[in-house]
Every structure is written in structure tokens, then in C-alpha cells.
């Protein structure tokens, strides 16, 4: 069969032209139609119609594949996110996004309670309309500073809240439309080194007050007894009656032994030589005892079974007690007191309790050296101090719990007292 003699129907050739035509213009889904007379058009149809369905499988393909990956990243982005808020809910500080200008353009913060002012009230607003005055000048020249180098710039300021309140802002330039401003609250930072700084100066005068104590004991008690004594020698030396010199030798042991004695007492008050060689049970013990015997307190003593027990919690522990017991004395007009001191697998605890006129505890952290001098103690071993005080007879009882194996800061933190 030559070329000549094909022949087609017009209808046919026309119906499978505008079929390609729509082909061409995207409509992959249609196909060419094919006769049962299975001739040359027909052919030609069915090798399009296949190349056309190769040509929609790959499509689908390609399309699930971009389907795929647009579904992880958008996993990714869901991931992202959620990282991002985390983070920003772990994130004490409060955070705002400024424009130049000082415009706040949106903020982080984990209560909202914590602003200055309510969201509705600041966005959108510059920072001089929101702050008082000298305020917002110190703001303002903070974000020029910062917008005008890359630099973090770090300024402080206080804002009149429910009270006084100190902040610290780190302002740095995001790009060239934006600041973003990190924002702490320093009250207590701020008020814990006032403490510190006025802690650190009543130390220093009660250290010269100690001083000149010691110093007074010395010069108006000891050294004059000490010159009596030497008067009494230098008379006993010519003295010719052997009775007469052995009443005097007799006086004069005596007012060695008082002397030896005070001089034992002032120096142990300097530093408890006894708790290194004996152990903080048995000093406790000793210290108790002495309290009995010199004051008018009856001291009770009890203690648990003590392991070995950290030197610097020692030395903390016997200083509490001997301060709570002087306490004791000249101020609850008690007749008795108790120490106690137990351990268990993981801590100490020690209370000093009396039955005497106990205090205000609304005035504890005002009152004398000895009180703030205990909780600094106990807050370098890491513990905690509880002050149990009622005004008009209820009596005072001081409880200290501190870790079997404390981490020993070199700066004091604030100890906890309860009423």
C-alpha cells in the first residue's frame, strides 16, 4: 500500500488535532481517540496516548516528591517553631523588638504581669511616651548608642512598679529597621549587694568593738590582777613567817588559776580550739555545760548518731549555738533552753529551742548582728535557718538544716526565716 492510496475521514483528522491542541495546552488527562480499524491514524493515536500517560506518571511523580518536601519543610518549620517557643518560655527576661525611633513593634514576656504597662498600652508607642521622663531619656540614648555601632549597649534603669524596681536592658541592632532589647529584673541582685555592702560595714565595726573589748578585758581586768599579783610576790618575798607565806602562796594560786581561767575563756571565745581536737558533739556538750554552770540557764543537750562532719559546718554549727545561747541569756529571761542536733542520710539539723519572751519575728531581719551574722553563716554551707519567735512569752526556736556534703560558696546567699 502506497502513500497515495491512505485515505482518512476529515471528521477524524479534525477530532484528533483539536484532542492535540488541548494536549499542548496542558490538559494531560485527555487522549487521543483510537478506531477499531486499528490503521495508521489510529497508530500514530495510541503512541501518543502512551508517551501522553509516561508523560502524567512522571508528572505525578515529580508532583508527589514536591508534595513530600513541601510536607517537610513544613515539619520543619512546625519543629522550628516549637524549638523557638520553648526557648522563649525558658527565657525569664522579657524581650522587645524596637523601631529606631523607639516604637515598641512586639515583645516576649512569660507573664504579662511582669510589664511596665499592659501590651495594648505600649505597642505601637515610642518608649518616651510610655516611661517617665528621665527614663526615657536613658533609653533613648541607649538604642541611638547601639543603633549607631554593633555593639551590645547595657543600661540600667528603675521604674516606679507596686515599688521601686531596678532592670537591666541589653539593646543591640537587629538590621536597619529594628533593635531588639533584652530586658532582667536586678531588684534583688541590686538589694542583695546593698545587704552585702551594709553587712560587710556593721561587721567591720562590730570587729572594732571586739577589739576594743578584748582590749578592755585585758588592760582594766587581767593586767591589773596581773599587777596585784606581782604586788603579792614581791610582799610574800620578804614575808618572814612560813604560816603567813603559805596563806599567801595559797591566795596567789588561787588568782593564777582565775587569771589562767579568763585567759582560757577569752581566747577560746576568739576560736573554739576544742572543736578541732574533740569533734563538734563533744564541744557542743562542753559549751552547753559551761552555759549551765556560769549562767543562770539550764542547758539540756541531746544528739543522734554524727558522722564525720565537714569543718567549715562545724565551726558553722558551734557558732550558731553559741550565739543563740548568749541570746538566750541576755535577752529571753528563760530559765532553760535545749540543743539538739541530728543527722540523717542527708542533712544535720540543729535547734536551740527556750521557753523565755521570744520576739517579734516582723522585726527578725532588723534586729542585732548575731541574728544576720547566723544567716550568713548558715547560707555559705548552703542551708537554711528557720526562726520560730512569738512576742510575750512564747518563747524562740531556731532550727538550721544544712546538707551533709554542702557546696561551700564563696559568697553568702540569703537563708530562709519563717515565723
Not at 177 to 201: G, M, P, Q
Not at 362 to 390: K, P, T
Amino acid at each position: 500500500m502506497t502513500v497515495e492510496s491512505i485515505s482518512f475521514d476529515p471528521d477524524r483528522v479534525t477530532a484528533l488535532l483539536q484532542t492535540l491542541e488541548r494536549l499542548a495546552s496542558g490538559q494531560v488527562d485527555l487522549r487521543l481517540p483510537v478506531s477499531p480499524r486499528h490503521d495508521a491514524l489510529d497508530a500514530i493515536a495510541h503512541g501518543i496516548n502512551a508517551l501522553v500517560g509516561e508523560l502524567e506518571r512522571a508528572h505525578a511523580r515529580s508532583r508527589e516528591a514536591q508534595d513530600a518536601q513541601a510536607a517537610e519543610l513544613r515539619m520543619a518549620v512546625v519543629n522550628a517553631q516549637a524549638r523557638s517557643d520553648a526557648l522563649l518560655r525558658a527565657i525569664p527576661d522579657l524581650m522587645f523588638v524596637l523601631g529606631r525611633d523607639g516604637t515598641y513593634l512586639d515583645y516576649h514576656a512569660r507573664d504579662d504581669r511582669l510589664l511596665f504597662a499592659p501590651p495594648g498600652m505600649f505597642l505601637g508607642r515610642t518608649v518616651t511616651e510610655i516611661f517617665p521622663p528621665p527614663c526615657a531619656a536613658t533609653m533613648m540614648d541607649a538604642l541611638e548608642r547601639a543603633w549607631a555601632s554593633d555593639a551590645i549597649v547595657v543600661v540600667e534603669y528603675e521604674l516606679p512598679m507596686d515599688e521601686p524596681r531596678f532592670y537591666e536592658a541589653r539593646i543591640v541592632r537587629v538590621d536597619d529597621n529594628r533593635l531588639l532589647s533584652i530586658v532582667r529584673d536586678v531588684t534583688e541582685s541590686k538589694r542583695a549587694s546593698e545587704i552585702n555592702r551594709d553587712l560587710a560595714r556593721r561587721l567591720l565595726s562590730r570587729q572594732e568593738d571586739e577589739w576594743q573589748r578584748i582590749a578592755r578585758e585585758l588592760h582594766d581586768d587581767i593586767s591589773q590582777r596581773l599587777a596585784l599579783l606581782n604586788v603579792e610576790l614581791d610582799a610574800g618575798s620578804v614575808e618572814p613567817d612560813a604560816d603567813a607565806l603559805r596563806t599567801r602562796l595559797r591566795r596567789l594560786s588561787s588568782q593564777v588559776g582565775e587569771i589562767a581561767g579568763d585567759v582560757h575563756d577569752l581566747s577560746y571565745e576568739l576560736h573554739p580550739s576544742r572543736l578541732r581536737s574533740l569533734g563538734l558533739v563533744t564541744s557542743l556538750r562542753a559549751l552547753c555545760e559551761d552555759t549551765s554552770s556560769w549562767r543562770n540557764v539550764h542547758v539540756v543537750f541531746s544528739h543522734g548518731e554524727m558522722p564525720a562532719v565537714d569543718p567549715a559546718v562545724s565551726l558553722c554549727l558551734f557558732r550558731i549555738v553559741q550565739e543563740a545561747l548568749h541570746n538566750v541569756v541576755r535577752h529571753s529571761q528563760a530559765h532553760s533552753a535545749q540543743v539538739t542536733v541530728q543527722c540523717d542520710e542527708r542533712e544535720i539539723t540543729l535547734e536551740i529551742a527556750d521557753s523565755g519572751v521570744g520576739f517579734d519575728p516582723a522585726h527578725v531581719h532588723h534586729a542585732g548582728l548575731g541574728l544576720i551574722s547566723m544567716r550568713e553563716r548558715v547560707a555559705i554551707v548552703n542551708g537554711q535557718l528557720a526562726i520560730d519567735a512569738a512576742p510575750g512569752g512564747g518563747g524562740t526556736r531556731v532550727t538550721v538544716r544544712i546538707p551533709l556534703n554542702p557546696r561551700l560558696d564563696p559568697q553568702p546567699i540569703s537563708s530562709s526565716t519563717t515565723a
